[in-house]
């Protein structure tokens, strides 16, 4: 079946202009995951969602950071006037928690965000 | 959420089994070992996770001892497509819904 999808693939901004990044999960599960991962790094958890609602928003880093998710399906994370070091790849996973799988999370490709 | 403590990085060659060691001294009695791999420009791939003893899979084998306090992923006859970061996480399978990934294990296979 199809996996996580994220769109786009690759997005270049300027500094203070808005961006939405979006994230199609596998269908069926019900969490959704954002991750940052600055090159090089780790993993940044952001945010989760168990169905439409964000239990867990303790991740974003600031408040230009906001993410939503419609129907149990797609979710759009949104940074407002970016700034040079939210330059990142930002990845989505989605798990099917219904099965108790939290641990078992499957990754979309990633939206390289470049901020000139 | 346990802590873990893996390796930075590893060298090793082609053909050679690879195993990276993972130390969770907290572990609590609810929690799954899970490690994933993920590949430059790519998102993290889940490739195994365990309780304890031993379980294989195609990809790879999850060795745990029987105080769980530390496991061992191991990588049979390794490629050169290998080289990737393997990340070793520890937590309830059944309820954690923030999941932490660490550092990882930078492996570098070399020819």
């Known amino acids: 079946g199809a996996g996580v999808s994220q769109s786009p693939s690759n997005k270049v901004t300027e500094k203070g202009k808005d961006v939405e990044l979006r994230c199609d999960p596998i269908s069926g599960h019900t969490a959704l995951y954002w991750y940052r991962q600055r090159l090089g790094q780790g993993l940044e958890f952001l945010i989760y969602?168990?169905?439409?609602?964000?239990?867990?928003k303790s991740g974003l880093p600031s408040d230009r950071f906001s993410a939503e998710r419609t129907g149990e399906s797609v979710s759009t994370l949104t940074i407002q006037r970016t700034q040079q070091e939210d330059s990142a790849v930002y990845l989505c996973?989605?798990?099917?928690?219904?099965?108790?799988?939290?641990?078992?999370?499957?990754f979309g490709p990633g939206t390289r965000l470049t901020v000139t | 959420l346990a802590k873990t403590t893996q390796p930075i990085s590893m060298d090793s060659y082609e053909g050679q089994e690879v195993n990276i060691t993972c130390s969770h001294n907290?572990?609590?009695?609810?929690?799954?070992i899970t490690w994933y791999q993920q590949f430059p420009s790519q998102g993290p791939r889940f490739i195994i996770q365990g309780y304890k003893t031993k379980v294989t899979n195609e990809v790879a084998s999850l060795f745990i001892p029987a105080d769980r306090k530390s496991s061992t992923l191991s990588l049979p006859r390794v490629s050169l497509s290998d080289t990737a970061v393997y990340y070793c996480l520890v937590g309830d399978n059944l309820r954690d819904d923030k999941i932490i990934f660490g550092k990882g294990t930078r492996l570098h296979i070399l020819p």
């Open positions: 969602f168990q169905g439409n609602s964000a239990p867990d």
């Open positions: 996973a989605s798990a099917n928690t219904g099965r108790g799988r939290f641990y078992e999370q499957y």
């Open positions: 907290n572990i609590a009695t609810n929690d799954y």
